[in-house]
Protein backbone atom coordinates (compact mmCIF):
# COMPACT_ATOMS: atom_id res chain seq x y z
CA UNK A 1 0.00 0.00 0.00
CA UNK A 2 2.67 2.49 1.11
CA UNK A 3 4.79 1.66 -2.22
CA UNK A 4 1.78 2.28 -4.39
CA UNK A 5 1.17 5.93 -2.30
CA UNK A 6 4.89 6.62 -3.08
CA UNK A 7 4.43 6.69 -6.61
CA UNK A 8 0.69 8.31 -6.06
CA UNK A 9 2.55 10.99 -4.59
CA UNK A 10 5.19 11.16 -7.22
CA UNK A 11 2.60 11.69 -9.78
CA UNK A 12 0.75 14.44 -7.55
CA UNK A 13 4.50 16.30 -7.55
CA UNK A 14 5.06 16.23 -11.14
CA UNK A 15 1.64 17.79 -11.61
CA UNK A 16 2.35 20.22 -8.88
CA UNK A 17 5.97 20.85 -10.94
CA UNK A 18 4.04 21.53 -14.11
CA UNK A 19 1.75 24.02 -12.47
CA UNK A 20 4.26 26.16 -10.79
CA UNK A 21 3.81 24.86 -7.22
CA UNK A 22 5.46 27.68 -5.13
CA UNK A 23 8.48 24.67 -4.09
CA UNK A 24 8.38 24.50 -7.89
CA UNK A 25 9.56 27.60 -9.10
CA UNK A 26 13.06 27.64 -10.27
CA UNK A 27 15.58 30.88 -9.17
CA UNK A 28 15.99 32.84 -11.75
CA UNK A 29 19.69 33.42 -13.49
CA UNK A 30 19.94 36.67 -11.48
CA UNK A 31 20.01 35.07 -8.39
CA UNK A 32 22.43 32.36 -9.67
CA UNK A 33 24.38 34.71 -10.84
CA UNK A 34 24.18 36.76 -7.69
CA UNK A 35 25.48 33.95 -5.70
CA UNK A 36 28.61 33.05 -8.05
CA UNK A 37 29.75 36.44 -6.44
CA UNK A 38 28.56 35.16 -2.54
CA UNK A 39 25.58 37.23 -2.61
CA UNK A 40 23.01 34.27 -1.97
CA UNK A 41 20.01 32.69 0.42
CA UNK A 42 18.02 29.46 0.41
CA UNK A 43 14.82 28.86 1.96
CA UNK A 44 13.51 25.71 3.73
CA UNK A 45 10.33 27.06 5.20
CA UNK A 46 8.24 29.15 3.11
CA UNK A 47 9.79 32.68 3.56
CA UNK A 48 12.59 33.10 6.00
CA UNK A 49 16.02 32.54 4.97
CA UNK A 50 18.62 30.21 6.10
CA UNK A 51 20.75 31.91 8.45
CA UNK A 52 24.00 32.15 6.83
CA UNK A 53 25.76 31.55 9.61
CA UNK A 54 24.16 27.49 9.58
CA UNK A 55 25.93 27.02 6.67
CA UNK A 56 30.51 26.12 6.31
CA UNK A 57 32.37 29.54 5.95
CA UNK A 58 33.17 28.05 2.59
CA UNK A 59 31.18 25.60 0.22
CA UNK A 60 33.62 25.34 -2.38
CA UNK A 61 34.15 21.89 -2.87
CA UNK A 62 31.67 20.67 0.32
CA UNK A 63 29.45 17.92 -0.80
CA UNK A 64 26.07 18.68 -0.51
CA UNK A 65 22.97 16.69 -0.77
CA UNK A 66 19.69 18.71 -1.30
CA UNK A 67 17.19 15.92 -0.02
CA UNK A 68 13.83 16.11 -1.56
CA UNK A 69 14.66 19.19 -2.71
CA UNK A 70 13.92 19.33 -6.54
CA UNK A 71 12.35 22.56 -7.97
CA UNK A 72 15.32 23.94 -8.64
CA UNK A 73 15.81 26.30 -5.50
CA UNK A 74 18.09 25.61 -3.44
CA UNK A 75 20.38 22.86 -5.18
CA UNK A 76 20.81 25.66 -7.91
CA UNK A 77 21.84 28.36 -5.70
CA UNK A 78 24.33 26.26 -3.40
CA UNK A 79 26.01 24.98 -6.64
CA UNK A 80 26.56 28.47 -8.13
CA UNK A 81 27.78 29.40 -4.52
CA UNK A 82 30.52 26.46 -5.53
CA UNK A 83 28.89 23.09 -3.79
CA UNK A 84 29.37 20.02 -5.61
CA UNK A 85 25.34 19.21 -5.25
CA UNK A 86 23.54 16.07 -5.86
CA UNK A 87 19.52 17.05 -5.60
CA UNK A 88 17.54 14.02 -4.59
CA UNK A 89 13.85 13.69 -4.77
CA UNK A 90 10.57 11.36 -5.29
CA UNK A 91 9.60 13.49 -8.23
CA UNK A 92 11.07 13.37 -11.91
CA UNK A 93 8.93 16.33 -12.93
CA UNK A 94 10.82 18.61 -9.85
CA UNK A 95 14.01 17.03 -10.34
CA UNK A 96 13.76 18.47 -14.16
CA UNK A 97 13.83 21.60 -12.73
CA UNK A 98 17.12 21.20 -11.80
CA UNK A 99 18.22 19.82 -14.58
CA UNK A 100 17.04 22.59 -16.23
CA UNK A 101 18.63 25.50 -14.14
CA UNK A 102 22.12 23.52 -14.85
CA UNK A 103 21.66 23.73 -18.10
CA UNK A 104 20.57 27.51 -18.27
CA UNK A 105 23.04 28.47 -16.18
CA UNK A 106 25.79 26.44 -16.41
CA UNK A 107 26.08 24.45 -13.47
CA UNK A 108 27.08 20.93 -11.96
CA UNK A 109 24.49 19.34 -10.42
CA UNK A 110 23.83 15.48 -10.23
CA UNK A 111 19.97 14.03 -10.10
CA UNK A 112 18.99 11.46 -8.50
CA UNK A 113 15.00 9.81 -7.86
CA UNK A 114 14.30 8.11 -4.63
CA UNK A 115 12.30 7.83 -1.79
CA UNK A 116 13.85 9.79 1.19
CA UNK A 117 13.71 7.03 3.96
CA UNK A 118 16.32 4.80 1.82
CA UNK A 119 19.36 6.45 0.28
CA UNK A 120 21.30 3.21 -0.21
CA UNK A 121 22.57 4.88 -3.49
CA UNK A 122 24.77 6.49 -1.42
CA UNK A 123 27.78 5.39 0.95
CA UNK A 124 28.03 6.05 4.32
CA UNK A 125 29.92 9.82 5.03
CA UNK A 126 29.23 10.62 1.88
CA UNK A 127 28.03 14.43 2.37
CA UNK A 128 29.14 17.20 4.15
CA UNK A 129 25.67 19.12 4.29
CA UNK A 130 22.10 18.19 4.30
CA UNK A 131 19.35 20.58 2.77
CA UNK A 132 16.22 19.05 3.66
CA UNK A 133 13.26 21.69 2.85
CA UNK A 134 9.64 21.40 4.14
CA UNK A 135 9.00 17.61 2.51
CA UNK A 136 9.23 14.86 5.11
CA UNK A 137 4.95 15.56 5.57
CA UNK A 138 4.54 13.37 2.32
CA UNK A 139 5.97 9.72 3.65
CA UNK A 140 4.41 7.85 6.77
CA UNK A 141 7.68 7.23 9.13
CA UNK A 142 10.61 10.53 9.23
CA UNK A 143 12.41 8.52 11.87
CA UNK A 144 13.99 6.55 8.83
CA UNK A 145 14.95 9.96 7.45
CA UNK A 146 17.02 11.10 10.17
CA UNK A 147 18.25 7.85 10.33
CA UNK A 148 19.92 7.93 6.96
CA UNK A 149 20.70 11.43 7.14
CA UNK A 150 23.11 10.50 9.95
CA UNK A 151 24.25 7.64 7.98
CA UNK A 152 25.76 9.85 4.73
CA UNK A 153 26.62 12.45 6.53
CA UNK A 154 30.52 12.84 7.96
CA UNK A 155 31.07 13.52 11.36
CA UNK A 156 30.85 17.27 11.97
CA UNK A 157 28.22 17.21 8.94
CA UNK A 158 25.32 19.75 8.95
CA UNK A 159 21.35 18.88 8.36
CA UNK A 160 19.23 22.15 7.77
CA UNK A 161 15.93 20.74 7.48
CA UNK A 162 12.22 22.75 7.60
CA UNK A 163 8.81 21.12 8.74
CA UNK A 164 5.61 22.35 9.15
CA UNK A 165 3.62 22.05 12.75
CA UNK A 166 1.02 19.03 13.18
CA UNK A 167 -1.87 21.79 13.76
CA UNK A 168 -2.65 22.19 10.15
CA UNK A 169 -3.87 18.50 9.63
CA UNK A 170 -6.61 18.50 13.40
CA UNK A 171 -8.73 20.41 11.38
CA UNK A 172 -12.04 19.23 9.45
CA UNK A 173 -10.53 20.58 5.98
CA UNK A 174 -13.89 21.45 4.30
CA UNK A 175 -14.73 23.90 7.16
CA UNK A 176 -11.16 24.93 6.86
CA UNK A 177 -11.26 26.32 3.69
CA UNK A 178 -14.92 28.42 4.33
CA UNK A 179 -12.77 30.04 6.98
CA UNK A 180 -13.80 27.77 9.97
CA UNK A 181 -11.45 25.89 12.93
CA UNK A 182 -13.41 23.02 13.87
CA UNK A 183 -11.42 20.44 15.69
CA UNK A 184 -11.55 16.91 13.92
CA UNK A 185 -8.38 14.87 14.07
CA UNK A 186 -5.29 14.01 16.07
CA UNK A 187 -1.93 13.53 15.85
CA UNK A 188 -0.21 11.52 14.63
CA UNK A 189 -2.92 12.04 11.25
CA UNK A 190 -2.50 10.73 7.92
CA UNK A 191 -4.92 11.28 5.10
CA UNK A 192 -5.19 7.42 4.01
CA UNK A 193 -6.65 6.61 7.07
CA UNK A 194 -9.80 9.52 6.70
CA UNK A 195 -10.09 8.71 2.82
CA UNK A 196 -14.01 8.60 3.41
CA UNK A 197 -14.10 12.32 3.77
CA UNK A 198 -14.51 13.55 0.23
CA UNK A 199 -12.16 16.23 1.14
CA UNK A 200 -9.56 14.73 2.31
CA UNK A 201 -10.19 12.61 -1.43
CA UNK A 202 -10.25 15.75 -2.94
CA UNK A 203 -6.55 17.09 -1.54
CA UNK A 204 -4.60 13.64 -1.65
CA UNK A 205 -5.56 13.57 -5.60
CA UNK A 206 -4.00 17.06 -6.30
CA UNK A 207 -1.28 17.73 -3.90
CA UNK A 208 -0.57 14.27 -2.52
CA UNK A 209 -0.76 12.00 0.30
CA UNK A 210 0.30 13.56 3.63
CA UNK A 211 1.27 12.85 7.23
CA UNK A 212 0.62 15.18 10.22
CA UNK A 213 4.05 13.59 12.21
CA UNK A 214 4.47 14.56 15.94
CA UNK A 215 7.07 17.65 16.70
CA UNK A 216 9.12 15.26 18.90
CA UNK A 217 9.63 13.10 16.07
CA UNK A 218 11.09 15.97 13.97
CA UNK A 219 13.49 17.07 16.99
CA UNK A 220 13.65 14.31 19.01
CA UNK A 221 13.74 11.68 16.40
CA UNK A 222 17.21 13.72 15.10
CA UNK A 223 18.44 13.53 18.37
CA UNK A 224 18.57 9.76 18.42
CA UNK A 225 19.60 9.54 15.34
CA UNK A 226 22.90 11.01 16.48
CA UNK A 227 22.68 14.69 15.91
CA UNK A 228 22.68 17.64 17.91
CA UNK A 229 20.61 20.13 17.66
CA UNK A 230 22.85 23.90 17.19
CA UNK A 231 19.82 26.18 15.75
CA UNK A 232 16.47 26.20 15.35
CA UNK A 233 13.60 29.45 14.02
CA UNK A 234 9.75 29.14 13.42
CA UNK A 235 8.80 30.62 10.18
CA UNK A 236 4.69 31.37 8.85
CA UNK A 237 3.04 28.60 7.08
CA UNK A 238 0.23 28.79 4.11
CA UNK A 239 -2.43 29.02 6.88
CA UNK A 240 -4.82 31.19 7.83
CA UNK A 241 -4.22 31.21 11.53
CA UNK A 242 -0.44 32.25 10.45
CA UNK A 243 -1.63 35.42 11.86
CA UNK A 244 -1.86 33.62 15.23
CA UNK A 245 1.02 31.31 15.23
CA UNK A 246 4.18 30.29 13.63
CA UNK A 247 3.38 26.97 11.67
CA UNK A 248 6.65 26.40 10.43
CA UNK A 249 10.04 25.69 11.38
CA UNK A 250 13.97 24.75 10.88
CA UNK A 251 16.08 22.93 12.94
CA UNK A 252 20.31 23.10 11.98
CA UNK A 253 21.65 19.99 13.55
CA UNK A 254 25.27 18.95 13.56
CA UNK A 255 26.39 14.92 13.44
CA UNK A 256 27.93 14.12 16.18
Known amino acids: MLEKIIKENESAWDKRSENGDRWSTVVSAEEVAKARTGDWHIIVTPEKPVPRNWFPDNLAGKKVLCLASGGGQQGPILAAAGA?????????GQLEKDKYAAKRDGLEIKTVQGNMQDLSAFADASFDLIVHPWSNN????????????????????????????????IFDLEKFEQGHLELKYSIPYADIDHLDDPKVREITQAEGYSWGHPIEEQIQGQISAGFV???????????MFDNYINTSMATKAVKV
Not at 84 to 92: A, I, Y
Open 138 to 169: YIDDILPVWRECARVLKTGGILISGFGSPLEY
Open 229 to 239: IAGFYEDRGCW
Open 84 to 92: DVTVFDNST
